[in-house]
């Protein structure tokens, strides 16, 4: 069946759908009925049905693939390549288990795991999977407040950490964090389990608190621990929005639906089969991370390559050479990613051979043109772009490979996939938008398998923040969208992304779409600032491609012609910056709302998510020089 078939099946009889999709997975009792919607927004999948993410990702295998890799654990920053087969996994995540039992943690018991992207935060979630407990992967890269603000939220039994990290060659304490996030929170765990890498000799130590995990691991190296079979609704993870737009959201996700969910992206959209291997550049931190570095190829049987280290650490040729290496079928990583080896020579990418390659999935931020094209041209691989939220867990719009690949327009992430019946409407009256114009992208309910449950402990929030913007009761995903004629949805950015310029509304994304075509540009952002005359106006703040050695002036003159060109006078910027490096949140997207709040010295709100405050304070400095040209008119 092609891909219009079997989506039209999966939302028109979702039961019988996902009933069969259900069988891609092991249940330890069938669900009893495939869909309960008794209570929208609510919605539970396959009621009644007990299984386990850890069973269906690692005992599984071991008849079949016992001596296959599952996790390959590539550090750039140590050197250290662990090539870890099932049956490996399984031991170490047995080990792992027994800690977490013998420490008292059990079912629906929350864990934090605050850790670099190394095979032990592997082993720890797949550890609290095993037993019902519920994990809560910290990004490591968050500081002690923001570590401290998802402790007094998720209330932790238990805290597992790691020594440190490493970036780009430089050792990142993370346990003295943990002191200090253990400081400031209401709801101290009992105790921290530290995995020592050996990179802090220096770290402070808490008797009785903190627990060394490599004698644990050796006492507890035979253990066998029971899987706990959760029906499937009870919470697997909570994840923590990354907090771009405001207080992070504690994203519950289940068991079954997310299983199931993520099985069948692996073949359908991920083009997968047990046996083959993906490169996912993300960090287990993220809601990518957690899909398709962990639980999604384990479950699928393949093989996953984690990294930690730099895109460019020790060359830009290292994620090509892992491809290589493992012979990856599909790699996903993000724009964000790719644009900072676009600063580099092309000539990487025809260093290796990429013969096992056929896709590479790019998602979390919109995918500019320039950059598809360098990517497409460079490696002559299919870029497929991939819309989702830590929200939903999995693609909510992809083209499906797996399936059947329709043409890649550059710009779109495609289609709907699985469960997902999509609307653009218009944000006042909630009425659907004829092809071709913007409004707010919104799914119709039952949200499908994989997507959120509710928000932790705050069905009210989960409510408001999601269903509560139109009459219709209707999940807003808070982005812009457009349809064109042939069905293809593209992304224009977030609702708070627009400018509105003497009431024409533009999308930053197209000022930074026109601004990103000239060669030298590297990253843009806009934002819209107050204008006493228009209401307001777009202001442009970009980084030059390495190497560049043009006048700043000519350059920011030239992002304003080509502005004016694209999208004619009224999207003309009123101010172009040319700034060293733009505001990130930890998870690699723009912070506009930050480089807007510096414009107009109004509150920027919470900047805690923020990658490198220094770029910020670089920033302050730039605007207090004046632009490169235009004028600032707040
Ligand atoms: P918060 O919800 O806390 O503000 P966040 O939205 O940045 O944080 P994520 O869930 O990681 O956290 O990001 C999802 C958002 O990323 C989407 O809502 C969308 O704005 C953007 N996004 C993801 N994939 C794409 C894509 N392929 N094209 C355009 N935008 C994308
Ligand atoms: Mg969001």
Redo the contacts with the bound molecule.
Sequence with gaps: MGYEASWRRSVDEPEAFWGEQARLIDWQTPPRRILDQSNPPFRRWFVGGTTNLCHNAVDRHLDARGDQLAIVAVSTETGITREISYRELHREVNAFAAILVDLGVGKGDRVVIYMPNIAEAVFAMLACARIGAIHSVVFGGFAAHNLALRIDDAEPKLLVCADAGMRGGKIIPYKPLVDAALRETKAPPAHVLVVRRGLDPDMAWVVERDLDHAPLREKHLDANVPVEWLESNEPSYLL???????R??GVQRDVGGYAVALAVSMTAIFDLQPGQTILCTSDVG??VGHSYNVYGPLIGGCTAILYEGLPTGPDPGIWWRLCEKYKARTMFSSPTGIRVLKKQDAAWLRKYDLSSLKWIF??????DQPTYDWLTTGTGKTVV???????TGWPA?SLMPGLDLKPVKPGS?GFPTFGYRMRVIDEATGEEKPAGEKGVLVIEPPLPPGCLTTIWRDDERYRRSYFGHFKELLYS???WAVRDADGYFF?L??TDDVINVAGHRLGTREIEESVATLGAVAEVAVVGIADELKGQVPAVFATLRQGVKDDPRDVAQAMERRVVELLGGVARPACVYVVGSLPK?R?G?LLRRALQALMQDTDPGDLSTLDDPGALEEIRLAIARGPHCGQRRA
């Design positions: 923590y929005t990354s907090g771009t737009t405001g992070p959201k993220w809601a790019l998602a979390g931020e919109p995918l772009d991939n819309y989702w939220q830590t929200e719009l992430p995903s808070l982005d992304i950015g977030r949140t998870s997207k």
